[in-house]
């Protein structure tokens, strides 16, 4: 935390990333594969203006139930 600035500084390594990584059985790679495939929905919601509760719950319920077509249909919206 960088008080001046009023920012969060990332410094690399995150101790919650890494405990979850070992409770799940996932890799680094995954993880990373994953985090960048989430934000990706995250901004084409934003650039959709899908902003009310139940519109976003679709969403989530959707990318659970099918990430790759949710991530897919993002990553095109985008373009």
Not at 9 to 25: I, P, V
Not at 51 to 64: C, G, M, Q, T
């Amino acid at each position: 935390w960088n008080a001046k600035e009023d920012i969060f500084l990332f410094s690399g390594q995150s101790y919650l990333l890494e405990e979850q990584m070992k409770k799940l059985g996932i890799d680094r790679s995954y993880l990373k594969r994953e985090l960048h495939r989430r934000k990706t929905v995250l901004e084409w919601m934003v650039r959709k203006n899908i902003r009310r509760y139940k519109e976003v719950a679709n969403v989530i319920r959707e990318y659970y139930a099918n990430p790759n077509r949710v991530f897919q249909k993002a990553r095109v919206g985008l373009k």
